[in-house]
């Protein structure tokens, strides 16, 4: 490979905290490598694992998960179980190769774009450095061949 | 009705156990409703048929075909594909065709350490360390056996299929319905279901169809099922500590596992709506446990030593990442 190898990394922010400090920071100028593709959740709380599966079966090399800090989620406690799903989680992606350095809890309230950035930039680093994960483009459909076979039936009749 | 134009049947197995075959011979009686209406043309475990006969017959001739078992090798991805084209319906039958089951665990081993698994154990007498060979020269000719795949695949994963019907093995009540609607259908008095339904099986979870007691879980160990003295009869399992996949798995099975007091190792494969089964357990066993320090929680889940065989026992194949990067990058990705 010889140019630099670009991680491609989806970013869950809660629409309390995380996706505000991520706003912060553009609106202060801060800059953050643009590896990152935020999608904004409404907690941490939210965070299905079948996203983070679907991420890095669909080709992301890292994924990273923010949330309020312990203590301060706007639904009281959602962020705690953000917290345990993440920590079974990783146990899960790293019986199935996928290293644990690949995937990131990190806390960050709405005031804090520097810390937020600077959160991006270091998993960035992290991820480039463990190289592209390429996980197979499995040729048929994704996921619970029902669901999804469903699903796109329904989008070709409607 | 003769017999020559009665609608065709056919069974087939794959990498699986023979175990849906047992369940679709428990059925008792409902065995000679089957005969009476319909011709089987092809069933190995049961009758002497050939591939060729298979080969021989029109294309979509054969009315029903239920195939059991995962997509290992190669013979079983090319009678897929024969069993497609010489079939009207064919249903993925079993735990196996559906979502891979016990076969698909394989899929977090690289191709070189299950052939090493099989052959070169312990307790295999292997002192020469042969291993299987696709092409063998031998002095009659050359011998060719089918290629093993480093990823087995599920059933739809190779050709489309009308039908599933999961369970380990479908229970036979739900066999026997299945074969009373066919039967209906025949003779005009109902209808089939929507293409790609779940056939045999409920919508909603196995806990919906479990008589335990549920209050708020508040988990603080987890336990394997045989290092406990006393279980509570009448209490959730997932609430004693039990590590028990109810929340995420079909129902259809009457909840038998947890009725008789083991937990729910997840046979009947996701319930309606969950696209990676894991997945929604990773969500339901974090949701549980009574703790906010990340050191406790890692304690706590250091009591499920093996969480990728716990919340994929039977549907890794089937799941969004299929098979570990072991697997998938031993010798190419059939």
């Known amino acids: 490979m010889s140019e630099t190898f670009e991680p491609v990394i989806i970013g869950f922010t809660c629409n309390w905290c995380s996706y505000r400090a991520a706003d912060l920071a553009g609106t202060a100028r801060i800059k953050y490598p643009p590896n990152v593709r935020l999608i904004r959740l409404m907690c941490s709380g939210r965070l299905d694992p079948t996203f983070v599966m679907k991420a890095f079966a669909n080709g992301a090399d ?50 804090e774009g520097v810390r937020l950035a600077q959160e991006i930039t270091t998993f960035v680093e992290d991820v480039r450095a463990l190289g592209p994960l390429e996980w197979p483009d499995w040729k048929h459909k994704n996921g619970h061949h029902k669901t999804v076979e469903s699903i796109a039936l329904q989008e070709v009749t409607a | 009705m003769s017999a020559l134009e009665k609608p065709k049947f056919a069974m087939y197995w794959a990498a699986s156990c023979g175990g849906c075959e047992i369940s679709v011979l428990n059925i008792n009686e409902k065995i000679l409703d ?33 195939f059991n078992g995962g997509i290992r090798n190669e013979e079983n991805e090319e009678i897929a594909h024969l069993l497609r084209r010489k079939s009207q319906l064919l249903v ?31 307790t295999t007498i292997n002192p020469n360390h042969i291993r299987p060979e696709y092409n063998f020269q031998m002095p009659e000719g050359n011998i060719q056996i089918p290629v093993f795949y480093p990823v087995l695949k599920t059933l739809d994963q190779v050709v489309p299929v009308d039908y599933y019907m999961p369970g380990c093995p479908p229970e036979s009540h739900q066999i026997a319905s299945v074969v009373d609607l066919v039967i209906k259908v025949l003779h005009g008095e109902a209808s089939l279901p929507p293409a790609g339904a779940t056939i045999g099986a409920g919508e909603s979870t196995v806990c919906d169809d479990c008589p ?58 996701p319930a309606d709506g969950v696209q990676d089964y894991g997945a929604r357990l990773i ?12 050191k406790e929680i890692e304690a706590i889940l250091d009591g499920i030593p093996d969480p990728t065989g716990q919340f994929y026992r039977f549907n890794l194949a089937g799941s969004l990442l299929r098979a570990s990067k072991a697997a998938w990058k031993s010798n190419g990705n059939a």
């Open chain 2, 212 to 269: 335990r007691a549920r209050n708020v879980k508040t988990i603080t160990k987890f336990h394997r099922i045989q290092d406990l003295e006393i279980i509570d009869p009448d209490l959730c399992l997932l609430e004693q500590g039990i590590p028990c996949n109810g929340p995420a798995t079909r129902n259809g099975c009457g909840a038998l596992c947890p009725i008789a007091g083991a937990q729910c190792i997840g046979c009947y494969g």
């Open chain 1, 62 to 111: 890292g994924v990273m998960i923010t949330g309020c800090h312990p203590g301060e989620c706007h639904y009281i406690e959602q962020n705690y179980k953000a917290l345990r799903r993440y920590l079974l989680l990783r146990r899960v992606l790293a019986q199935m190769g996928i290293e644990p350095g690949r995937i990131k809890l990190v806390w960050a309230s709405a005031a």
């Open chain 2, 92 to 122: 993925a039958f079993g735990s196996c065709a559906c979502e891979g089951c016990i076969p698909g665990l394989a899929n977090l081993s690289s191709k070189e350490q299950i052939i090493d698994t099989a052959y070169n154990t312990l």
């Open chain 2, 34 to 66: 089957v005969d009476a209406n319909f011709e089987v043309v092809f069933w190995p475990v049961a009758m002497d048929a050939k591939y060729k006969d298979v080969e021989a017959l029109p294309d979509k001739s054969i009315l029903l075909t239920l």
């Open chain 2, 283 to 294: 969500t339901a066993f974090g949701s549980v446990i009574s703790s906010n320090d990340p």
